[in-house]
């Protein structure tokens, strides 16, 4: 059968969306995906889903954290704001930072909370209460349902100190620090899986900011005493996140693998992208340049390993990324900074670097959104209540349906000529395989336009219902605000046979397609 007509038996979705109808005088755009569910890329990780918590603004205090809110519980956790971090499925969070790590020294932040000392905060210009510290973070991932994720300090912390952080949330031995942890109210070790070493050392902005070389040498010592304290742990090593022109970030990520490829398990990268242009377009494009750093990163692994054993497997997080430009500047200092408000195409971009991720689900195992509560965040509180940001939407689409193996995809879409990187497909797509469950992950780029989309199967067929989830708005900057919510999630049911489902995509949306297969 020819690539360019779809099988005889194939289903319209007959409801369209309301920008889709609106779209409706105009001939919609025709693009093709070819699905073979034998082409698996890789195991989709569940940590690609992720998220950040850091001491900066009102992300944890007025944020998750807020002791003397008529909201929050008795230890000092906002109600409203853990129900909404459990509808986000949030897999794992990372903490405390970010920039503050660099000068965070974990001890400040154990014992009565009264006790605890009061600190200079350089990193953000605050001064840090220590009032949320390791019993609190991780009491409060177990309440979330998510898994710790901690960064330690090696801007101005030590070996020792990077080591004792380990013994002391870990180990089950009777020594000085478990005993300190058990007068401190936790008899069990937590067993904290996922520790990075350090952040964003390669920036000059950085607490502790060393050369490639330094840093290898320092994290090596670090990794090899945290290792030698438990050896189940799995270290995160700071790649470079330092992408100015003139940086050799390559040569920074191929230094540090050469130091620390036999102690480490993941590549950190960060990345956050934004419109001051006003141009959507190749805002919506910059999915393209996280594809080409992915691949990147991945190579520089490869080479670091071909010395290694065969078995060695070094992973990519993206343990920070997200949109962030509006709230961003050079003097970004005290307690209400970084509080971005998201719009629709917002989303959208979210939405394309999550169909990244899964499209290199083979490479990237970690990616943590930054950040979870008002900072850069899908979450924005105010003392009586929250509201839930454009961005939230998509994500927690992902988590909660995009799971098993990611799919090799064919995709034939119409292009738009991008400045910085050449022809981008109007259609980004993605697709995840779990046992019998298909979903399709469908972000239409354009912004007037809607899509016919002929989604064929190779090897199976469609039977029966297809859940249609859309996040959508009446514009590209539509967005939302305490009560008012003008993009969201609408669900709605399709009904599907044969080899070929036919989607009418939106104009300017993401949606999710799920359904079981034969």
Not at 27 to 49: F, H, Q, W
Not at 53 to 58: D, F, S, W
Not at 182 to 187: E, F, L, P
Not at 272 to 301: H, M, P, W
């Amino acid at each position: 059968m020819s690539d360019n007509k779809p099988s005889r038996r194939h289903f319209t979705a007959a409801l369209l969306s309301a920008p889709a109808a609106l779209s409706a005088q105009q001939s919609p755009l025709k693009a093709r995906v070819k699905i073979d569910t034998e082409r698996v890329i890789g195991e989709i990780d569940p940590n690609l889903y992720g998220n950040f918590i850091e001491h900066l603004g009102r992300c944890i205090e007025g944020g998750i954290f807020e002791e003397k809110s008529p909201l929050s519980d008795s230890n000092g956790f906002r109600r409203d704001v853990l129900t909404a971090v459990k509808d986000l499925k949030v897999p794992q969070l990372r903490w405390p930072g970010g920039n503050f790590a660099s000068n965070y020294h974990w001890r400040d932040g154990i014992g009565p909370r009264d006790s605890r000392p009061a600190r200079l905060e350089m990193a953000w210009g605050t001064v840090e209460s220590n009032r949320f510290g390791t019993h609190e973070f991780l009491d409060y991932a177990a309440k979330a349902g998510t898994e710790p994720y901690l960064c330690v300090n090696l801007g101005t912390g030590t070996w020792e100190e990077a080591q004792q952080w380990v013994e002391y949330t870990n180990s089950s031995e009777d020594t000085a620090l478990t005993r300190l942890r058990k007068q401190n109210g936790r008899t069990e070790p937590w067993k904290v899986k996922y520790w990075g070493l350090g952040n964003e050392v390669d920036g000059p902005w950085q607490m502790g900011h060393r050369s490639a070389e330094d840093y290898g040498k320092f994290a090596l010592e670090a990794a090899k005493l945290m290792k030698w304290t438990d050896p189940t742990i799995k270290l995160v090593a700071a790649g470079s996140s330092h992408y100015a022109p003139g940086i050799d970030w390559v040569g920074w990520n191929r230094t540090v693998l050469d130091y620390l490829k036999t102690h480490v398990d993941y590549l950190s990268l960060h990345m956050y992208v934004g419109n001051r242009d006003n141009n959507y377009y190749e805002f919506l494009a910059n999915s393209v340049d996280l594809d080409n750093r992915t691949k990147t990163a991945e190579g520089t692994i490869n080479a670091a390993l071909t010395t290694m054993p065969r078995d060695k497997r070094i992973y990519i997080a993206w343990d920070e990324w997200n949109v962030w430009y509006r709230a961003r500047g050079n003097k970004e200092r005290g307690r209400r900074i970084l509080e971005e408000r998201y719009n629709l195409e917002d989303a959208l971009v979210i939405a394309t670097m999550l169909n990244s991720f899964v499209n290199h689900a083979h490479i990237v195992k970690m990616a943590n959104m930054a950040q979870l509560v008002n900072v850069i965040a899908p979450i924005f509180t105010n003392e009586t209540g929250l509201f839930l940001q454009t961005i939230y939407y998509p994500l927690q689409l992902f988590a909660t349906h995009a799971k098993g193996k990611a799919l090799d995809l064919f995709v034939d879409s119409p292009k738009y000529d991008s400045t910085k990187f050449g022809p981008v497909k109007y259609l980004d797509v993605s697709s995840a395989l779990d046992s019998q469950t298909l979903t399709v992950n469908v972000v239409n780029r354009h912004k007037d336009q809607p899509m016919d989309v002929d989604i064929t199967l190779t090897d199976r067929e469609f039977t029966g219902a297809i859940e249609v989830h859309e996040v959508n708005g009446p514009d590209i900057k539509a967005e939302n605000d305490f009560g008012k919510t003008t993009v969201k999630t609408v669900t709605r049911s399709a009904t599907g046979s044969g080899k070929t489902f036919r989607y009418q995509a939106a104009p300017h949306s993401f949606t999710l397609l799920k359904t079981r297969l034969t």
